[in-house]
């Protein structure tokens, strides 16, 4: 085993390998050095308080400890702690808001029928301010989706492996969080 010194140096996934075989909290503390502020910004981002976005980065860190084993290597570990992170979040503001966020199934017939190019425009065009404040009014699923490809700048490929969903299905989520975006933009901001 490396030295604590050099377990620094280590690539994410070297380091979560040598963290689940030993659960050395030392080396874990690496791990919550190197992504703490950017699972504090993604909290910050859904509580929208300070300190309610420290309490989540804890919670997520301490789940993240018992759940680490789980990290497979599909991806590479920041996406899934990315994803690990969002999942948390929406968790969170589900039971928060005691919504229920209706699951939606995706007819593959409607793929081909996406007109991209027309709700790609509609989305770029709006104000960004108005902007946040309708992101605050979908589901947090879709939210977090839009998030992911367009704060984030996932791949489809990157958010197909966070979300363990194939890639038609992935594009069918985007494309209708997109148009439910622009209805509730249209409807409260225009």
């Given at each position: 085993m490396k030295t604590l010194t050099n377990s620094t140096e280590?690539?994410?996934e070297d380091l979560v390998k040598a963290i689940v075989s030993t659960n050395d909290t030392l080396l874990f503390e690496i791990l919550y050095d190197r992504y703490s502020r950017l699972v504090f910004n993604?909290?910050?981002?859904?509580?929208?308080?300070?300190?309610?976005?420290?309490?989540l980065t804890q919670d997520v860190f301490l789940k993240l400890f018992v759940k680490l084993a789980s990290f497979k290597g599909t991806a590479k570990f920041s996406t899934w702690l990315y994803a690990f992170t969002y999942n948390h979040c929406?968790?969170?503001v589900t039971r928060n808001t005691a919504k229920k966020i209706e699951k939606q199934s995706v007819d593959y017939a409607d793929i081909e029928n996406i007109s991209d190019i027309e709700c790609e425009s509609d989305f770029l065009t709006m104000k960004v301010d108005?902007?946040?404040?309708?992101l605050e009014l979908i589901s947090p699923?879709?939210?977090?989706?839009?998030?992911?490809k367009y704060q984030d700048f996932l791949s489809i490929k990157d958010i197909e492996s966070v979300l363990g969903i194939g890639e038609s299905?992935?594009?069918?989520?985007?494309?209708?969080?997109?148009?439910?975006l622009i209805t509730v933009y249209n409807e409260n901001f225009s």
């Open positions: 280590l690539p994410d993604k909290c910050y981002g859904f509580a929208k308080d300070e300190e309610e976005a420290k309490d929406v968790n969170y108005k902007l946040q404040a309708a699923d879709e939210k977090m989706i839009l998030l992911l299905a992935v594009k069918m989520r985007i494309k209708r969080a997109k148009d439910r």
